[in-house]
């Protein structure tokens, strides 16, 4: 039978653009203070901590998890694993932490993402005979065959340009994601999710967008009617994100904080020209499995790597404009690849705590190659 899971604890540090207050900080600085604050917020239950699992995308292999496990100080005998499904990573690990809990091979684990854009080694193409010289590239391929394997942002703007998102419609989103992020900060909404590092209590990307500064944005991808710009493409960042999921029986027994209960996710595959796309039939596939109605949630945290990426994936599905992105997106943030996922998550479950027991919540996100992961959550 499988066991019902629940999050005894969720936190995050600040996001902060590639070359930021966070610029000069490894893999195991970002991560270090977020796991013992982490540890800390989940009180005895992290005594039980069995295992560590963190996405990263850029850190060019190694196991970035358990160096972080071993640096704040869990003991030898708790093991470690990094997975690598680029944006979907973070979100991934906390998946794969709760159907190892559902499955009975754990009762608790420490899940979620780091990622530094601006420690990210650089990568380059072993020569292939002597006397040759090493070719530095961006990005591996995705996808065997070039032709299906786009580059995100070219792929994001053909979406614009086909769907008919114009450049005002996704500036207007853009700004409107600041505008929720500031609140969320005013209002001390954030105040229990954000690890502060030094320099750095805050996301250091949100701010006050005016619309005659957006309008001056040079177009990075697209046309001119319906081109991305700086305004609507998530900033390059840093962050770590973590949340501590336990067997629920085991938390109730012990008294432990119950923040959120898992519901499901499910993991999707689709076209790889349109990766933006493929987060649609993740959500889909977990409501239609849960038998929940989109108008029914009460918060989505749905990934704004392209302000016309969003505009997409909401298209249609009728949630509530109001629980969608209620503190803030990436758009307002940033995007630290691997963490990306694990701070939808975290900004998933405090969203929910404020609101009545029985509340449900759904997090989504898509990655290059054309994968996505939606995550169910519901308040207990």
């Given at each position: 039978?499988?066991?019902?899971?629940?999050?005894?604890?969720?936190?995050?540090s600040?996001?902060?653009?590639?070359?930021?207050?966070?610029?000069?900080?490894?893999?195991?600085?970002?991560?270090?203070?977020?796991?013992?604050?982490?540890?800390?917020?989940?009180g005895?239950?992290?005594?039980?901590?069995t295992?560590?699992?963190?996405?990263n995308?850029l850190?060019a292999?190694?196991?970035p998890?358990?160096?972080v496990?071993?640096?704040?100080?869990?003991?030898?005998?708790?093991?470690?694993?990094?997975?690598?499904?680029?944006?979907c990573?973070?979100?991934?690990?906390?998946?794969m932490?709760?159907?190892?809990i559902?499955?009975?091979?754990?009762?608790?684990?420490?899940?979620?993402?780091?990622?530094?854009?601006?420690?990210?080694p650089?990568?380059m193409?072993r020569?292939?005979?002597?006397?040759?010289?090493?070719?530095?590239?961006d990005?591996?391929?995705?996808v065997?065959?070039?032709?299906?394997?786009?580059?995100?942002?070219?792929?994001a703007?053909?979406?614009?340009?086909?769907?008919?998102?114009s450049?005002?419609?996704?500036?207007q989103?853009?700004?409107?994601?600041?505008?929720?992020?500031?609140?969320?900060?005013?209002?001390?909404?954030?105040?229990?999710?954000?690890?502060?590092?030094?320099?750095?209590?805050?996301?250091?990307?949100?701010?006050?967008?005016?619309?005659?500064?957006?309008?001056?944005?040079?177009?990075?991808?697209?046309?001119?009617?319906?081109g991305?710009?700086?305004?609507?493409?998530?900033?390059?960042?840093?962050a770590?994100?973590?949340?501590?999921?336990?067997?629920e029986?085991?938390?109730?027994?012990?008294?432990?904080?119950?923040?959120?209960?898992?519901?499901?996710?499910?993991?999707?595959?689709?076209?790889?020209?349109?990766?933006?796309?493929?987060?649609?039939?993740?959500?889909?596939?977990?409501?239609?499995?849960?038998?929940?109605?989109?108008?029914?949630?009460?918060?989505?945290?749905?990934?704004?790597?392209?302000?016309?990426?969003?505009?997409?994936c909401?298209?249609?599905?009728?949630?509530?404009?109001?629980a969608?992105?209620?503190?803030?997106?990436?758009?307002?943030?940033?995007?630290?690849?691997?963490?990306?996922?694990?701070?939808l998550?975290?900004?998933?479950?405090?969203?929910?705590?404020?609101?009545?027991t029985?509340?449900?919540?759904?997090?989504a996100?898509?990655?290059?190659?054309?994968l996505?992961?939606?995550?169910?959550?519901?308040?207990?």
């Amino acid at each position: 039978m499988s066991r019902s899971v629940v999050i005894v604890a969720a936190r995050r540090s600040p996001v902060a653009p590639r070359g930021g207050a966070l610029s000069r900080l490894d893999l195991t600085g970002l991560g270090v203070p977020v796991l013992k604050a982490v540890l800390q917020d989940a009180g005895p239950a992290a005594a039980e901590v069995t295992e560590v699992i963190l996405g990263n995308a850029l850190g060019a292999g190694g196991n970035p998890a358990r160096l972080v496990a071993l640096a704040a100080g869990l003991p030898d005998r708790v093991s470690a694993l990094t997975l690598d499904r680029q944006c979907c990573s973070g979100l991934d690990a906390v998946v794969m932490a709760a159907r190892s809990i559902a499955a009975g091979e754990a009762t608790v684990v420490v899940a979620g993402g780091i990622e530094s854009f601006s420690r990210a080694p650089i990568r380059m193409h072993r020569p292939l005979q002597k006397g040759d010289e090493a070719v530095a590239y961006d990005r591996p391929a995705f996808v065997a065959d070039p032709a299906r394997d786009p580059d995100p942002l070219q792929a994001a703007a053909r979406l614009a340009a086909r769907q008919g998102h114009s450049r005002v419609v996704q500036e207007q989103f853009a700004r409107a994601s600041h505008v929720r992020a500031l609140a969320a900060r005013a209002d001390g909404r954030l105040a229990n999710e954000l690890v502060p590092f030094p320099g750095l209590d805050r996301d250091a990307f949100t701010r006050v967008l005016r619309p005659e500064v957006m309008q001056r944005a040079a177009v990075l991808a697209g046309d001119a009617d319906h081109g991305l710009t700086s305004a609507t493409v998530a900033v390059e960042a840093d962050a770590a994100a973590m949340l501590v999921l336990a067997d629920e029986a085991l938390a109730r027994a012990h008294g432990w904080p119950i923040l959120c209960r898992f519901r499901g996710a499910a993991l999707a595959g689709g076209d790889p020209v349109d990766p933006a796309l493929v987060p649609r039939q993740a959500m889909a596939r977990v409501l239609q499995r849960l038998g929940w109605q989109a108008a029914s949630l009460g918060r989505v945290e749905l990934m704004e790597a392209f302000a016309v990426q969003a505009l997409a994936c909401l298209s249609g599905f009728g949630f509530d404009s109001a629980a969608v992105n209620a503190g803030g997106g990436a758009l307002s943030r940033g995007h630290p690849i691997g963490a990306s996922g694990a701070i939808l998550a975290v900004r998933l479950v405090q969203e929910l705590r404020a609101l009545p027991t029985g509340s449900r919540g759904l997090a989504a996100i898509a990655a290059v190659g054309g994968l996505a992961t939606a995550m169910a959550l519901e308040t207990a």
